[in-house]
């Protein structure tokens, strides 16, 4: 879960734990509702697989401070299977006020009644802290100096209660309750000497922003398997979106409440070669009312192969998804600025068209795809006349088009080859209240670069296992605006190495060595990441089979 709106922060989730990472691109609002606007991305937690409780614990620690630690407790015995697990992170990063600390617990039990039905609980809690610090350094030219005294935490907590049963006949259903506890802090209490900017001179105030919002809700998803080639899903989720948003220094806060109500429905056929999805969602939103979003996908196998082409696949999608306003921009945050009520979601029109290619007897796999999205009624804040405050309006329009070629396969028996080049083209078409000319219409968007590319080679053994890296960034236009005049953030290349060991059947030790060139980049204009940095430990396991 995300908060509402869609924003999500990547960077402050601990993976630990995690036994299936998922990425599924386009519009996915039919399905997922309101902010899969564009692509989701689930993650599961392992479940507790063995007989004899397992209990596996390792650290590992490198350069810039860094130290993690991590264990799990996890079993199956009869109808019950478990996975109890803590993780602690801690890093000092690079240059003052950098470091970063996160702290996760979490859990997935399940019980089966029968097996047709079953129960399972998960949890996940992370708290962090960061310093921000800030600095602006362009190419080793320090333009702004480090922020010693500002910080951000966050705390969340995700829990899911979830019923399946199985049947009666081809049936399927899942009734599932969830809550999502977002807390986050933004604190500066000193104005540092100092930290100037050419475009608005000093820019260091204290503020001591929070945001504390919780969804909680509750999802029924059934399916139904009329025939070996046609499968019905549908679903109903009630949701109830609550926070407070804005300054502790600046009272009072705002508050925001929806309470959102989705209908869906998906039919599945596979008729020979070729395999269709139509299906269709109503979401009521508390604040933008009533939106209906289709998605239609269409894939058809024009060769079946043999040793050299092992199959050919052409595929198409079309579809629309949603984005919901945060609740800062429907409710407002701050003296300065006036709710809206009126704002509608923002939307994407999504067409996708591709080919999925087996070669040499389905050892690789080669795939191309097409994507163009169209989004309207991008929100942007908007000053009003004569005045200090302003609110947030439906103004802009943009364009992002491009296409993607994945290639997948096997060397050898035990190594793995995965690449990936993406070309995306963006304009922007309507932006009337644009506050620099790096925003007006016709300048691509910020932070999207043309060229990107990736390459990892895996080797993995019966003792030991290495994968090595390799990605590069396109040049794309960034912008801090604050008055340095810089307009874009240089290309990169980045290699990364990993590798394990099995020293015994319990005992593992690895290593990952990231940036090994030592490279000095911008993923953000203005921020650089870290040089080389390497992180080695050792993994133990007790108990299990």
Known sequence: LNEPGGRFNFGVIPLDQSDRLEFVRGAQSTLYGSDAMTSVVQLWTKPGTTAVPELTFGADGGNYGTANGYASLAGARGHFDYNAFANQFFTDNQGPNNQYSNTLQGANVGYSFTPDVALRLR?????????????????????????????????????????????????QHSFTGFEYLHRTRNVDSLQEPGRTSPAFGNIDFPFNNIAHINRAGFEYQGNYVERSWAQTTFGYRFEDENGFVGDLDSPPLSHGLRLNHDAYAQQFFSLGRLSVIAGGRFVHNGSFGNRGVPRVALGYQILRGGDLFSGTRLRFSYATGIKEPLLEESFAAGPFVLPNPNLKPETNRAFEAGFQQGLFAGRYALSGTYFNN?????????????????????????????????????IRPRLALDGSYTYTSTQILSAPQAFDPLLAAGQPLLRRPKHLGSLLFTYTGQRWGADLGGSFVGPRADSDFLGFGITHAAGYSLVNLGGWYRLTSRITAYANLENVLNQSYNEVVGYPALGANIRAGMRFRIGGE
């Open 123 to 171: 949890l996940r809690h992370y708290n962090n802290n960061t310093g921000v610090q800030n600095e602006y350094d362009f190419n080793n030219s320090v333009l702004l100096p480090p922020d010693l005294d500002q910080h951000a935490y966050q705390n969340d907590l995700l829990a899911s209660v979830q019923l399946t049963v199985a049947g009666p006949s081809r049936w």
């Open 374 to 410: 169209l989004f309207s009624n991008q929100i942007e804040f908007g000053s009003l006349p004569n005045s200090f405050v302003g609110q947030y309006v439906n103004l802009n329009q943009a364009l992002a088009h491009g296409a993607e070629l994945e290639l997948h396969g096997r």
